[in-house]
């Protein structure tokens, strides 16, 4: 199994759908969970970090169940901005022993 | 936040050369590493650069072939040694802020082996 896996996608929806991605890892230790975006030949940016709670950021909502080792991102009212790469990203270690293990992405494309 | 550039953009070598990467930080950061990106691909971390010592590096990936240099807290070089084709790709180097959450990412370094 995989460290961190990602629905394959590629995603294409109109402007206004709502999308929701998921993520699983492979590793109940694991610390901290974030979602990243990389635009096309980009470098990846911290989307959000998700929280145990659940977290909501404007039109993304981030889900975490530590049972199921899933991760969840939804993304409401898609604009043609929110086309990119979305990584599930996973920081496997703790303390000072910080590493982070990234899925392979979602290609999310929004049309008009 | 932390801004981070990379040297060259991206370059074209030829088999059996070397290549050193560098990477600069405008603020100081705990940690840095160095990803590989290979097309299509998700990021493989390569090795975390220690400073001051040698680098820790992940399964796969070897000090004689990526040797990593760190002297203080803001700058980083990676090398990628006597290239083949196959390390053709997308060099990307990282930092994180002490008590930061977000690993901020240069822009990366396209190499292409030929």
């Known amino acids: 199994r995989k460290e961190v896996e990602q629905d394959p996608g590629p995603f294409n929806v109109p402007e206004g759908a709502t999308v929701a991605f998921n993520c699983t890892y492979s590793?109940?230790?694991?610390?901290?969970f974030f979602w990243y975006r990389q635009d096309c030949r980009k470098e990846p940016k911290l989307l959000m970090s998700?929280?145990?709670s659940g977290n909501e950021d404007g039109r993304f909502t981030a889900q975490l169940n530590r049972a199921s080792q899933y991760i969840s991102l939804l993304i409401r009212d898609s604009k043609l901005s929110d086309s990119a790469t979305y990584l599930c990203v996973v920081n496997h270690s703790g303390g000072s022993n910080y590493k982070l293990t990234f899925g392979k992405g979602t290609l999310l494309t929004v049309n008009p | 936040s932390a801004v981070i550039s990379q040297k060259p953009s991206r370059d074209i070598c030829q088999r059996g050369t070397s290549l050193t990467i560098q990477c600069q930080v405008d603020s100081q950061v705990t940690m840095m590493f160095w990803y590989r990106q290979q097309p299509g691909q998700s990021l493989t971390l390569i090795a975390t650069a220690n400073q001051g010592s040698e680098a820790t590096y992940e399964s796969g990936f070897v000090i004689d072939k990526f040797p990593i240099s760190r002297p203080n807290l803001t700058f980083s070089t990676l090398t990628v040694s006597n290239m083949s084709p196959e390390d053709s790709s997308i060099y990307l180097c990282s930092g994180l802020q002490e008590g930061g959450r977000e690993q901020y990412f240069g822009p990366g370094t396209r190499l292409t082996v030929t």
């Open positions: 998700v929280y145990s």
């Open positions: 590793n109940s230790a694991s610390q901290s």
